[in-house]
């Protein structure tokens, strides 16, 4: 039971909460949506996803207004981008009204590990699905498992925003072109573990990732997306192996929203110097300000100050004053749990 959760005191860490909601595909068909108190999956040593990585996940969050209400945000979009992975890794997609309802199902099944509105913290669902068929061939997998669980997450930054400083490193690439880099394939993060390890030790947050073919544009600040604020622009990186993350879509639409231009084109990586902002964006922080850049390879330093800059303030307070329900919800974004 969440009873005894201190709310002001959780970070981002497995908590077990109530249920968890599963369905599979046989081959034939989507079974109905099942609900089990189980945490552990039973699963044969040669299932296809634990050898080919046949695995990609979601993540999204369910926030407590200041209304009380309980605010599912943007979870179509997650169920698309759901249905864009599996079918790029050949597993068959669930449908967009089977995720919605899932995630919908779960909340209601955990409504007391929503964190209460004051805490500033939220519940993060995490729905992934996997190739589940048994077999030691290399083929496409038509049985598919999907799984939707959730945790209680404290706020990304305690005691509010901080700037974080990247580091720019060409030894390893995250995601090739026209690879797995726009979908939320698991073995994404699994080729990202090393670069971020050896910028971890180094002092940074997170790596700066170049696109693989040239090594001459900007791709995404770790797991986040980037964008950087010049001259009344929001500009980020266009790429075939950037992840389409749902907060960068949603940043864009608050800019235009602001007045402000949007341009979605390649970064080469002189431009850096040019922004008055920079951030990485994503449901984890909605917006990581970035404070520094440093070029491991040529040496070159981009700052961009110690405190947040004003586009990057606006947004983020706009954003999540429409997860909290504080701003009025003009795009349709949230789901309301009841
Ligand atoms: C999930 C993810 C993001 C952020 O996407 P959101 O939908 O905004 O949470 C950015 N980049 C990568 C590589 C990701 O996996």
Redesign the pocket.
């Known amino acids: 039971m969440a009873a005894n959760i201190d709310w002001n005191n959780i970070g981002f860490g497995y908590v077990k909460t109530n249920a968890n909601v599963r369905c599979s595909y046989d081959g034939k068909q989507w079974s109905p949506l099942t609900v089990t108190e189980d945490e552990y999956i039973h699963m044969h040593m040669s299932t296809m996803c634990l050898h080919y990585g046949i695995e990609a996940f979601e993540?999204l969050k369910a926030f407590r207004g200041v209304d009380g209400k309980v605010r599912l945000f943007r979870v179509q979009d997650n169920a698309r981008r759901l249905q864009s992975s599996a079918k790029k890794l050949c597993m068959t997609p669930l449908p967009e009204e089977t995720f919605v309802e899932a995630c919908i199902k779960l909340v209601k099944l955990n409504m007391d590990f929503v964190p209460p509105y004051e805490s500033g913290a939220s519940l993060y669902i995490r729905p992934f699905i996997y190739g589940a068929q048994v077999a030691l061939g290399v083929h496409t997998c038509p049985e598919t498992e999907f799984v939707a669980f959730c945790s209680p997450v404290g706020p990304y930054f305690k005691g509010g925003m901080q700037m974080i400083k990247v580091v720019i490193d060409r030894v390893q690439d995250r995601a090739a072109p026209r690879g797995t880099g726009d979908i939320?394939a698991g073995g994404?993060y699994a080729s990202s573990l090393l670069s971020g390890d050896k910028a971890s030790k180094l002092g940074y947050a997170n790596v700066m990732y170049l696109d693989a073919a040239e090594h001459k544009y900007i791709e995404?600040c770790g797991?986040?997306?980037f964008f950087g604020v010049k001259d009344g622009t929001y500009v980020t990186p266009a790429s075939p192996s950037i992840?389409p993350?749902?907060?960068?879509k949603s940043l864009r639409t608050l800019a235009e929203d602001m007045g402000l231009k949007v341009e979605q084109r390649p970064i080469p990586v002189e431009e850096l110097k040019t922004f008055s902002e920079a951030g990485a964006?994503?449901?984890a922080a909605v917006i990581a300000p970035i404070g520094s850049i440093y070029d491991l390879d040529t040496k070159e330093f981009v700052e961009y100050g110690t405190e947040p800059g004003p586009v990057s303030l606006a947004l983020y307070k706009q954003l999540r004053d429409i997860q909290y329900g504080r701003a009025e919800d003009k795009h349709g974004w949230c789901v309301i749990v009841e």
Do not use: F, P, V, Y
């Open positions: 993540g939320k994404n995404e797991a986040a997306n992840l993350s749902i907060t960068n964006c994503g449901t």
